[in-house]
């Protein structure tokens, strides 16, 4: 079973939004934080966004302001809410949980996201 399911992915135009959302399996448990990579090919795959049991953010530079992470704690599901979408915004989207009880984080398959005229 995949342990992390992402949806939301797709091409928009610059100036655009999308909204992504991912999903934990059940069998995870201990889950201390939750949030998106982007990666592009050739490049590492880089942190863009992240939430916390307690709720709080961090952002990538690049984003803050355009996107807003949020979470439903009891479902274990995050979502990124991408506005004012630019070029360098695409990429494929990785969402990623982390547990106190496993070494190494979970993964998601990855959704693709292009912004382009």
């Known amino acids: 079973q995949v342990p992390l399911v992402e949806s939301g992915g797709g091409v928009v135009q610059p100036g655009g939004s999308l909204r992504l959302s991912c999903s934990a399996s059940?069998?995870?448990?201990?889950?201390?934080?939750m949030g998106w990579y982007r990666q592009v090919p050739g490049q590492l795959r880089e942190s863009v966004a992240m939430?916390?049991?307690?709720?709080?953010?961090d952002y990538a530079d690049d984003v803050q302001g355009r996107f807003i992470i949020s979470r439903e704690n009891g479902q274990n599901t995050v979502y990124l809410q991408m506005d004012n979408l630019r070029p360098a915004d695409t990429g494929v989207y990785f969402c990623?949980?982390?547990?106190?009880?496993?070494?190494?984080?979970?993964w998601g398959q990855g959704t693709p996201v292009t912004v382009s005229s």
């Open positions: 939430i916390r049991n307690d709720g709080s953010t």
């Open positions: 990623n949980a982390k547990s106190y009880l496993q070494i190494g984080d979970y």
């Open positions: 059940r069998d995870i448990r201990g889950i201390v934080a």
